[in-house]
């Protein structure tokens, strides 16, 4: 990782992070079990739920699910640990992604 910011945390902390536990967990299962295979691939996936909204992009080459299942589950391990941060990261890619960058982002869903 290149560089991770937090710059907000949900209150109350216990019930957010289980929360986003659980949204973190949900979106990892939904790969593992294929349910976005058919999606295109894509420079900027975004996934929502409730009012949670995660993104990840890349300018040069389609985000792979594999970058997506390992951050997500990552995260998951910390909201367990009662991290409730939203947050913006920019990773590099690894082994075949090596080179690429992509942004990350974890926010609260626009209200309107």
Not at 28 to 45: D, V
Not at 52 to 73: A, G, M, R, T, Y
Not at 82 to 104: D, H, K, M, N
Request: hydrophobic fraction near 45%; include cysteine.
């Amino acid at each position: 990782m290149t560089n991770f910011r937090s710059f907000f945390a949900l209150v109350p902390t216990v019930l957010a992070a289980a929360r986003l536990e659980e949204f973190y967990d949900v979106i990892a299962l939904k790969i593992e079990t294929g349910q976005f295979s058919n999606w295109q691939p894509s420079r900027y996936i975004i996934l929502s739920m409730w009012n949670f909204e995660f993104s990840v992009s890349c300018d040069k080459c389609f985000v792979p699910w594999s970058l997506v299942q390992d951050w997500v589950i990552d995260m998951a391990a910390l909201s367990s640990q009662q991290f409730t941060g939203l947050y913006e990261a920019t990773v590099r890619g690894e082994g075949p992604f090596s080179g690429f960058v992509f942004l990350i982002h974890m926010r609260l869903k626009d209200p309107r």
